[in-house]
């Protein structure tokens, strides 16, 4: 009897392990799948912010382009203000 016992003991104990294992393959793959995911949405995310940042150094470059324009303009006219100064006069408050 302690054969046939230590048998089915043994018989139940490796059907138990049999499920831990199934269960690990499972988790296994399901973490493999979510690390799949996560690295294709990294990537996406990682050339966006790339196209992002090419847009803003293009702004940049012409907001600053702009700015300088601008400001050669005000120093021309102030020029002009300063040469004419009998006729327009410049005040600062």
């Keep these: 009897m ?18 831990v294992l199934e269960g690990q393959e499972s ?21 966006k912010i790339e196209v992002l940042n090419k847009k803003i150094d293009s702004v940049d470059e012409k907001l600053s382009k702009k700015i300088d324009g601008v400001a050669a ?7 002009d203000t300063e040469v004419h ?3 327009y006069g410049v005040r600062e408050d």
């Design 73 to 79: 303009d005000l120093k021309a006219h102030r020029a």
């Design 27 to 47: 988790l296994r793959k399901e973490m493999f799948g979510i690390r799949d995911e996560l690295s294709e949405k990294i990537d996406n995310n990682s050339f």
């Design 2 to 19: 302690k054969k046939e016992y230590l048998e089915m003991l043994l018989e139940n104990m490796d059907s138990k392990f049999d499920l």
């Design 85 to 87: 100064r009998g006729v």
